[in-house]
C-alpha cells in the first residue's frame, strides 16, 4: 500500500483513493511511502522524499479483468533523473535513466517538495 505526505499536512492513501490517478493533479508531495507487509512481523516502510515528481503504479500479471496484483513500481524523478524502483514478493529491481527516456504519460506524475 502507498500513502502520502502532502504539503500543509494532509496524508493521503492508497486506502482512500485506490487508485495513483485520484491523486489530485496539483498535489505537492513531501514524501510517499510505500508499506509492505511482512507476513505477521512489523510492516516495512519506505520513505522517499526530496524528489521533484513521483509516480506509484500497480504491477500485475494474467488476463484483464482478472489481473493479480504482483507489486508496486515507484517513478521519482529529481535533476532530470528518474529512478524506477520495482518492489516485488520476491525481491526488488531498481533503475535509473533520463527524465526524457521514461515512458511514464506526463499526466501520471505528481509535483514534490524539494528542499533545494
Given at each position: 500500500m502507498w500513502a502520502l505526505k502532502l504539503k500543509g499536512g494532509i496524508e493521503l492513501t492508497e486506502k482512500e483513493l485506490e487508485y495513483w490517478d485520484r491523486v489530485p493533479a496539483d498535489?505537492?508531495?513531501?514524501?510517499?511511502?510505500?508499506?509492505?507487509p511482512r507476513g505477521g512481523k512489523k510492516m516495512f516502510v519506505h520513505d522517499f522524499r526530496g524528489y521533484e515528481e513521483y509516480c506509484c503504479a500497480r504491477m500485475g500479471v494474467g488476463p484483464i479483468p482478472v489481473l493479480?496484483?504482483?507489486?508496486?513500481?515507484?517513478?521519482?524523478?529529481?535533476?532530470?533523473?528518474?529512478?524506477?524502483i520495482e518492489f516485488l514478493d520476491d525481491g526488488m529491481r531498481v533503475k535509473s535513466y533520463p527524465r526524457e527516456k521514461s515512458d511514464v504519460p506526463d499526466r501520471c506524475w505528481r509535483r514534490g517538495l524539494t528542499t533545494h
Open positions: 498535489a505537492e508531495i513531501e514524501a510517499l511511502a510505500l508499506i509492505q493479480t496484483q504482483t507489486g508496486y513500481c515507484l517513478y521519482l524523478s529529481i535533476h532530470g533523473q528518474v529512478t524506477e
